[in-house]
T-cell receptor, first 111, second 118 residues
Framework: DQQVKQNSPSLSVQEGRISILNCDYT??????FLWYKKYPAEGPTFLIS?????DKNEDGRFTVFLNKSAKHLSLHIVPSQPGDSAVYFC??????????FGQGTILTVHP | GAVVSQHPSRVICKSGTSVKIECRSL??????MFWYRQFPKQSLMLMAT?????????EQGVEKDKFLINHASLTLSTLTVTSAHPEDSSFYIC??????????????FGEGSRLTVL
């Protein structure tokens, strides 16, 4: 049972434009939602998170939106830069701290 | 931010041998550590939850006798792959939770360990 889903395996965006990465979840017990960036052969790097009691969190170029009724969250990167090219994982966390990851989306930002 | 260190980053071993991977929290105490495994082009799959001073909790389908986890102190957890086989070749990543749960909800991840079993 895939509790966290990223239905787009890849996304290609032009430099300077907006990148929108989507994630859906099924478990309403998750209390935090997080986005991680990952390069091959490295551990994930935390980007931004949002509490389940909020609907938006912004940090520089990164904004995460949460729609609890739809069990959907998205990560917006504006403006996109070539250095943003990586695999992006969304993750959902229970109060115990256990993370459940989506399948990941490969973002490619073209110069 | 907090630092989690894994060692070794790469290990190659012969089939049938055992390999130990260490995960250390360098500047915080981690009551709980998590071990993940990533197959090529796939998501990170939680293998087990490691609690300091007690037995690890394994996810369904993960062989506890094959993947031995020890969490002897608040800063160290180890994963031992016993009698390794080529199908155990993978990228193993640990993460740690600070004793004081982060307000941002984040877990801190190690750099990962690439295991190749010949």
């Amino acid at each position: 049972d895939q509790q966290v889903k990223q239905n787009s395996p890849s996304l290609s965006v032009q430099e300077g434009r907006i990148s929108i990465l989507n994630c859906d979840y099924t478990n309403s017990m998750f209390d935090y939602f997080l986005w991680y960036k990952k390069y091959p052969a490295e551990g994930p790097t935390f980007l931004i998170s949002i509490s389940s009691i909020k609907d938006k969190n912004e940090d520089g170029r990164f904004t995460v939106f949460l729609n609890k009724s739809a069990k959907h969250l998205s990560l917006h990167i504006v403006p996109s830069q070539p250095g943003d090219s990586a695999v992006y994982f969304c993750a959902s966390r229970t109060s115990y701290g256990k993370l459940t990851f989506g399948q990941g989306t490969i973002l490619t930002v073209h110069p | 931010g907090a630092v989690v260190s894994q060692h070794p980053s790469r290990v190659i071993c012969k089939s049938g041998t055992s390999v130990k991977i260490e995960c250390r929290s360098l500047d915080f105490q981690a009551t709980t550590m998590f071990w993940y495994r990533q197959f090529p082009k796939q998501s990170l799959m939680l293998m087990a939850t490691s609690n300091e001073g007690s037995k690890a909790t394994y996810e369904q389908g993960v062989e506890k006798d094959k993947f031995l986890i020890n969490h002897a102190s608040l800063t160290l957890s180890t994963l031992t792959v016993t009698s390794a086989h080529p199908e155990d070749s993978s990228f193993y990543i640990c993460s740690a939770r600070d004793r004081v749960l982060s307000n941002t909800g984040e877990l801190f991840f190690g750099e990962g360990s690439r295991l190749t079993v010949l």
